[in-house]
T-cell receptor, first 111, second 117 residues
Framework: RKEVEQDPGPFNVPEGATVAFNCTYS??????FFWYRQDCRKEPKLLMS???SGNEDGRFTAQLNRASQYISLLIRDSKLSDSATYLC????????????FGIGTKLQVIP | GAGVSQSPSNKVTEKGKDVELRCDPI?????LYWYRQSLGQGLEFLIY????????KSGLPSDRFSAERTGGSVSTLTIQRTQQEDSAVYLC???????????????FGAGSRLTVL
């Protein structure tokens, strides 16, 4: 298994739809996880941290499943402005700050 | 500064020339990273600096690539004898000291877009 795997998409969904992305990881010792958002031709920006108990911020919910080693991002009531690439981030093994970015899942919200 | 600052924002160079890309991290961030992103591709790790420790250079693609970080702050990524395949956006990020709450959260600069003709 790769360190971090994501379906690159694209996911094309209508406005108002609910969409979910998964990200699988190989390092079972990883403790903290993140979702970043990257708009076209822009730098990645932190969207959410992923805690063991899950994390919710408005229309966005992140969940962690340690047993199956994946994290998920759920977006409810999709807006046109949600169109972006969503990057999953997992700390590397070795206990220091190096992290691995997934290739990203591209979301296109359609009017 | 308030954010991670990179310069130049755009650089067009001829094959075989050397280029230098600069990154000024957030004040107080001890960790600094360089990534490369080719068009339509994911982020490729290049190098990581943490304080005065030896950098992790495991991602540098060839010996034409080097980076330094002077005084634990500003970093310069140097590409010698550029090739067309070096064309990409070079992203710098910084984060807090290990063990600090949020130390794994990276803040990125806007990137330096390099085009090698």
């Amino acid at each position: 298994r790769k360190e971090v795997e994501q379906d690159p998409g694209p996911f094309n969904v209508p406005e108002g739809a609910t969409v979910a992305f998964n990200c699988t990881y190989s390092n079972s010792a990883s403790q903290s996880f993140f979702w970043y958002r990257q708009d076209c031709r822009k730098e990645p920006k932190l969207l959410m941290s992923v805690y063991s108990s899950g994390n919710e911020d408005g229309r966005f919910t992140a969940q962690l499943n340690r047993a199956s080693q994946y994290i998920s991002l759920l977006i409810r009531d999709s807006k046109l402005s949600d169109s972006a690439t969503y990057l999953c981030v997992v700390p590397n093994s070795g206990g220091y700050q190096k992290v691995t970015f997934g290739i990203g899942t591209k979301l296109q919200v359609i009017p | 500064g308030a954010g991670v600052s990179q310069s130049p924002s755009n650089k067009v160079t001829e094959k075989g020339k050397d280029v230098e890309l600069r990154c000024d991290p957030i004040s107080g961030h001890t960790a600094l990273y360089w990534y490369r992103q080719s068009l339509g591709q994911g982020l490729e790790f290049l190098i990581y600096f943490q304080g005065n420790s030896a950098p992790d250079k495991s991602g540098l693609p060839s010996d034409r690539f080097s980076a330094e970080r002077t005084g634990g702050s500003v970093s310069t990524l140097t590409i010698q004898r550029t090739q067309q395949e070096d064309s990409a956006v070079y992203l710098c990020a910084s984060s807090l000291h290990p063990g600090t709450n949020g130390a794994n959260v990276l803040t990125f600069g806007a990137g330096s877009r390099l085009t090698v003709l």
